[in-house]
């Protein structure tokens, strides 16, 4: 079992940066996994995707802003910058054992953290 835990949420200015943590007690070595976000009214979405294997991928709003890593073993990042209004969400990392194999944003996940809230104030 894989717990995940969401940190470093927060209420920041427009323009401003924030970078989101995602702790797990231990990642599997095989394993793909994403930030989604879910802003109130609205479905949620895929912001990054990244495996084991370095691939990355990043939904059009947040390219060149979001940065998705992977640190060590228990860790993922999201760094977020030049942050916008319509950033302002809940924050979710999900995971999954095996490669990330198509688009990341329509892969079933098996873990999933209890999320953290950004808010941007323009």
């Known amino acids: 079992q894989v717990q995940l835990v969401e940190s470093g949420g927060g209420s920041v200015q427009a323009g401003g940066s924030l970078r989101l943590s995602c702790v797990a007690s231990r990642f599997p070595i095989n394993i793909c996994m994403a930030w989604f976000r879910q802003a109130p009214g609205k479905e949620r979405e895929g912001v990054a995707g990244i495996d084991s294997y370095g691939w990355t991928s990043y939904t059009d709003s947040v390219k060149d802003r979001f940065i998705i890593s992977q640190p060590n073993a228990n860790t993922l990042y999201l760094e977020m910058n030049s942050l916008k209004s319509e950033d302002t969400a809940m924050y979710y990392c999900?995971?999954?054992?095996?490669?990330?194999?198509?688009?990341?944003?329509?892969?079933?996940?098996?873990?999933w953290g209890q999320g953290t809230q950004v808010t941007v104030s323009s």
């Open positions: 999900a995971a999954m054992v095996g490669r990330c194999s198509g688009d990341y944003r329509f892969l079933t996940y098996s873990y």
